[in-house]
């Protein structure tokens, strides 16, 4: 219960940590209760966003950000796109739910615009990445089970692959696919089966793919895990094996997907496909919607009851996704990606000039990664002070995820603050001094490629 002196000293520690306040030396009513009541699975920073307008966010204060996180990676068209305004408003005052033991008028024609974007046959609906991801690895046992092996026995083909430094979400199935020990450890056991590949490392790939494997799991660009994308060689053996052994190729792209590389798909890139595709993030632009897309063979061996869900794929967030994937159409989104993406590589390869603590620059379109040699954190936290948004990852990679929408102008202005933001931060541990080191997870990435 919240009681009066619990809440005052909640104040009192608001206070003290110098949180946002709405009003000055008043802290937000809304900090204070989330700092009371949620669970602290988060390091929140200490302001209450409030709305947003294009890329730009703005917090309880006034303050002004510029938005290169796009939530990451969910706001691909920004905040408050017309477009998608009008939809949500249009669709809420029709039905924001009807069941799944129905049709609604957007589910099928979503699924068919999907099919046509990535060369998959079916389609299943989510809520989240997570649960796609968890919905994916129970096709994968269907699909490897034998007519003849009973169900409840432990099929032969069962084990799951998946890479070193991978990130696939928060449920069992796919935390236990998710190679950073601090998401999974805590969790032991978990799924039986799972064995991790060396990243790119084709040899490893070939030693423990076997005939157990009823598929490997990647995301093809790693997101998480810093910006790094799975080579040519590595997706072309993957496949090659996976088709051998009659097994799955899943690429999860919840991150990379749906225009965020300059492709409708990052694997497009390549010349074979995957059995599956996950996708979630961007796709109902901030509402929850996620999708398992498949061929028409694993679909062939799903029958109702197998699978399903309350709320994905509900009236509301479908109608919004068909709108985000036709602006991405109309407004030639994927085009401005890749010209934005390019002028960003281009000024920080500037910046990496000027700054000799920029180690890297890894992109595809507009996902991009600037790996530091030293904490990358202290540069988040001064960016917030100078009204830019960004986030770091695995403690030394910055990651800029900027929303599809952004222009020359909005480059030239994150690059004009990001000099400033690296010129005047104080530089904490360098990468060597740390024993969780951007080094280790460099080199293994390095001796890879
Ligand atoms: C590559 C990838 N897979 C899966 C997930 C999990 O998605 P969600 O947070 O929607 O469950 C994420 C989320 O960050 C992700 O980046």
Not at 121 to 150: H, P, Q, V, W, Y
Not at 292 to 301: D, E, K, S
Request: net charge positive; proline share 5%.
């Amino acid at each position: 219960m919240k009681t009066p002196s619990k809440k005052k000293s909640v104040v009192r520690l608001a206070r003290k940590a110098k949180l946002a306040s709405a009003r000055p030396g008043k802290p937000d009513a809304a900090l204070i209760d989330a700092e009371q009541f949620l669970l602290p699975t988060y390091k929140r920073q200490p302001v209450v966003m409030t709305h947003g307008r294009g890329a730009y966010v703005f917090d309880s204060t006034g303050k002004k950000y510029l938005d290169f996180l796009g939530r990451i990676a969910v706001n691909a068209l920004g905040h408050a796109h017309p477009r998608i305004i009008k939809v949500i408003r249009r669709e809420a005052a029709r039905a924001i739910h009807l069941s799944n033991l129905y049709h609604n008028a957007y589910q099928g024609p979503l699924a068919c615009k999907l099919a046509g974007w990535s060369g998959m046959d079916r389609i299943f609906f989510s809520n989240s990445g997570t649960e796609a991801i968890d919905g994916a690895m129970k096709l994968a046992r269907l699909f490897g089970r034998k007519s003849e092996e009973a169900p409840g026995t432990v099929a032969k083909k069962y084990r799951f692959l998946a890479l070193e430094n991978s990130f696939h979400g928060r449920t069992f199935g796919a935390v236990s696919v998710t190679a950073t020990e601090k998401y999974r450890l805590p969790f032991a056991p978990l799924i039986p089966g799972i064995e991790f590949v060396r990243f790119n490392d084709v040899a490893d790939l070939e030693a423990k793919f076997d005939d157990s494997v009823c598929a490997i799991l990647l995301e093809t660009v790693q997101g998480e895990g810093g910006i790094y994308p799975v080579s040519e060689e590595f997706w072309n053996r993957a496949r090659a094996l996976a088709t051998q052994r009659g097994a799955l190729l899943i690429a999860d792209e919840i991150q990379c997907g749906l225009g965020r590389t300059g492709r409708y798909f990052a694997y497009q890139k390549f010349s074979s496909k995957p059995d599956i595709v996950l996708i979630a993030k961007p796709l109902a632009a901030g509402l929850p919607l996620g999708a398992i897309l498949t061929t028409g063979a694993v679909a062939a061996r799903v029958s109702p009851g197998m699978h399903g869900t309350t709320f994905g794929g509900g009236p509301l967030a479908c109608a919004t996704a068909l709108e985000f994937l036709q602006t991405i159409e109309d407004e030639k989104l994927l085009e401005n990606i890749r010209v934005r993406g390019t002028e960003l590589r281009e000024g920080l390869a500037k910046l990496a000039a000027k700054f000799n603590f920029v180690r890297e620059i890894r992109s595809e379109g507009l996902m991009i990664g600037v790996e530091l040699s030293v904490e990358g954190a202290p540069f988040v936290s001064e960016a917030m002070q100078r009204g830019l948004l960004i986030n770091c990852t695995h403690d030394f990679t910055l990651r800029f995820l900027p929303p599809f929408i952004i222009t020359r102008a909005q480059v030239r202005e994150f690059l004009r603050l990001l000099e400033l933001v690296f010129a005047t931060t104080p530089q904490q541990a360098s990468a060597s001094d740390s024993g969780t080191s951007a080094d280790s997870n460099r080199v293994a990435h390095a001796t890879a490629r």
